[in-house]
């Protein structure tokens, strides 16, 4: 049987389109993949380093996934140069492009530029294009089941069901909450029903994942696509003065609970714990920046000092930056 020469990956949820990577790797038969990432959209898209990778064979003997995210974003140009180098790809080299565009309906989103070249077409006749429109009502319970099986996690009667009617259908903010789920499982590695309360209201769940992103090392890149997705929406539906509101929330909750106030608080005991946690990590100087955070942000955009996506992108800086995971209290 042919070696997989190249992977084309047709998805516009990247969690779903890391899962997949991270499966076929898996799968391959090889160890120690070193997994190269590089950005279809970004001025030099594929660099020297790229092809030096793509078409000479290393002395060493780790296999190279060479992973191209956005790659819908390719110029004809790149797809012509593409087209013939993978011909020649060594065996320990593994190109995956992913296209992350928007599927028109329930049509896969396949650049003109690259459907008609051969290295589509062959990609197609061989099976190595992956297709998924991202999760939904229907794909949600393997979602949730592969989660589970793979952290040998189980669930109470019914408590599979009601998650799964309890998460958005996107796979980034859906193992947010799922994250979430398995430290509240605990040590008896047990889903209950009780726990289901733990996931996020929908009208909730974009402060809310919000929040907690801004602590995980790694997530600048997810939390500044959301403020650059909120920049393309219509003034009434942008997030700018619903965050100013839930940040103010938050940090009232963060002041009750750094002052042992937690029996006035009304939340989850789960939840308490986790902003307890985030709370004595902020101190309190932590809470009044937040407050000033907030405040100065209401006070710019309503005075007309900065603009809206200004004034969005300097919020979202300072809470990064406050709650960066190796920040101390003070």
């Known amino acids: 049987m042919n070696r997989t020469r190249y992977l084309i990956l047709v998805c516009p949820d990247p969690q779903l389109v890391k899962a997949h990577v991270d499966q076929r790797l898996a799968a391959s038969g090889r160890d120690g993949w070193e997994i190269k990432p590089f950005w279809g959209d970004d001025d030099d898209p594929l660099p020297a380093a790229f092809w030096t990778d793509l078409t000479i064979k290393s002395l060493f003997p780790q296999p190279k996934a060479l992973v191209i995210r956005r790659a819908h974003a390719l ?25 992350e565009g928007e599927w028109k309906g329930k049509k896969p989103s396949i650049p003109a530029a690259l459907s008609r070249r051969a290295i589509f077409k062959r990609a197609r006749d061989e099976g190595w294009v ?7 009502q229907s794909s949600l319970g393997e979602f949730v089941r592969t989660w589970a099986r793979e952290r040998s996690i189980s669930f109470e009667p019914g408590a599979d069901r009601a998650l799964i009617a309890a998460l958005p259908p996107d796979a980034v903010a859906a193992r947010l909450e799922l994250d979430k789920l398995e430290l509240a499982a605990g040590n008896g590695r047990t889903v209950r029903r009780e726990h289901v309360e733990l ?23 997810a939390v500044w696509r959301r403020v650059l997705g909120d920049h ?3 003034s009434q539906d942008r997030m700018l003065f ?7 929330g938050q940090a009232r909750m963060y002041w009750m609970l750094q002052a042992g106030e937690e029996d006035k608080v ?20 932590g809470v009044a920046r937040m407050i000033d955070l907030a405040l100065e942000s ?33």
């Not at 789960?270 to 309190?284: E, S």
């Not at 007309?304 to 190796?326: M, S, T």
């Open 75 to 99: 110029r004809a140009e790149h797809w012509d140069k593409l087209d013939a180098a993978v011909r020649g790809v060594p065996a320990d080299i593994l190109p995956v492009f992913c296209l």
């Open 130 to 136: 992956w297709e998924s429109a991202g999760l939904d």
């Open 199 to 221: 996931v996020a209201p929908a009208g909730e769940m974009e402060f809310f994942e919000l929040m907690d992103a801004l602590g995980r090392p790694g997530a600048e890149v």
């Open 232 to 234: 393309l929406k219509k």
């Open 242 to 248: 619903n965050l100013i509101g839930y940040l103010a």
């Open 266 to 285: 009304k939340a989850h005991p789960y939840v308490k714990k986790l902003k307890t946690q985030v709370a004595r990590r902020l101190g309190p100087k």
């Open 298 to 330: 209401e006070l710019s955009v309503k005075t007309g000092a900065r603009h809206h996506e200004e004034v969005l992108d300097v919020l979202v800086a300072g809470l990064i930056d406050l709650f960066r995971p190796d920040r101390t209290a003070r």
